[in-house]
């Protein structure tokens, strides 16, 4: 997305206020979230439209425990491959229901895959289903001190801006 007049428009400081309310409870009914942002209900309204018609909004979404569902592994695998191996690949990842997210990279591998299994030997099992792409490797993740961090809607830029690496 570009910023064009109207999403400079829908960015102002209501905007921003109603992506800040959202992100902290994206079940919050129209009329609260006009309350809190000091606009009509149906200014609110309006205004989430036009969000979601121009992709500032791509959805209202909920946050499951993936232990809950069984899910008790969850991995990065940096994938390098050739050419003739590269759109391949693109296709199958996205036909694999482990891949929670697949990002195309600069530098020495092509893709970063997050994904999440029940068990190691599944896990073992996707690794070896994408040798045929590339060269996987694989970290596994211990624990993730920050698992999911809000966007900053202020429009400046915060803390590592500020702040400066220690002077040796």
């Given at each position: 997305m570009?910023?064009?007049?109207?999403?400079?428009?829908?960015m102002?400081?209501?905007?921003?206020?109603?992506?800040?309310?959202?992100?902290?409870?994206?079940?919050?009914?129209?009329?609260?979230?006009?309350?809190?942002?000091?606009?009509?209900?149906?200014?609110t309204?309006?205004?989430?439209?036009?969000?979601?018609?121009?992709g500032?909004?791509?959805?209202?979404?909920?946050?499951?425990?993936?232990?809950?569902?069984?899910?008790?592994?969850?991995?990065?695998?940096r994938?390098?491959?050739?050419?003739?191996?590269?759109?391949?690949?693109?296709?199958?990842?996205?036909?694999?229901?482990?891949?929670?997210?697949?990002?195309?990279?600069?530098?020495?591998?092509?893709?970063?895959?997050?994904?999440?299994?029940?068990?190691?030997?599944?896990?073992?099992?996707?690794?070896?289903?994408?040798?045929?792409?590339?060269?996987?490797?694989?970290s596994?993740?211990?624990?993730?001190?920050?698992?999911?961090?809000?966007?900053?809607?202020?429009?400046?830029?915060?803390?590592?801006?500020?702040?400066?690496?220690?002077r040796?």
């Open positions: 570009t910023l064009d007049s109207t999403t400079t428009y829908l102002d400081s209501f905007g921003r206020q109603l992506l800040a309310e959202l992100q902290d409870n994206a079940r919050i009914s129209t009329a609260e979230l006009a309350r809190r942002v000091g606009l009509s209900p149906t200014a309204a309006e205004r989430l439209k036009q969000m979601e018609e121009v500032i909004l791509r959805g209202y979404t909920i946050d499951i425990d993936r232990e809950a569902l069984g899910l008790e592994v969850m991995a990065f695998i994938m390098s491959c050739d050419g003739p191996h590269y759109f391949r690949l693109m296709e199958f990842v996205q036909t694999l229901e482990e891949v929670r997210e697949c990002h195309h990279l600069t530098g020495g591998d092509a893709f970063l895959l997050k994904v999440t299994t029940t068990s190691m030997d599944a896990l073992e099992a996707l690794i070896e289903a994408l040798l045929p792409y590339g060269n996987p490797v694989t596994l993740v211990l624990s993730s001190p920050v698992p999911h961090r809000k966007y900053a809607v202020t429009g400046k830029l915060t803390t590592a801006a500020r702040k400066r690496a220690p040796r």
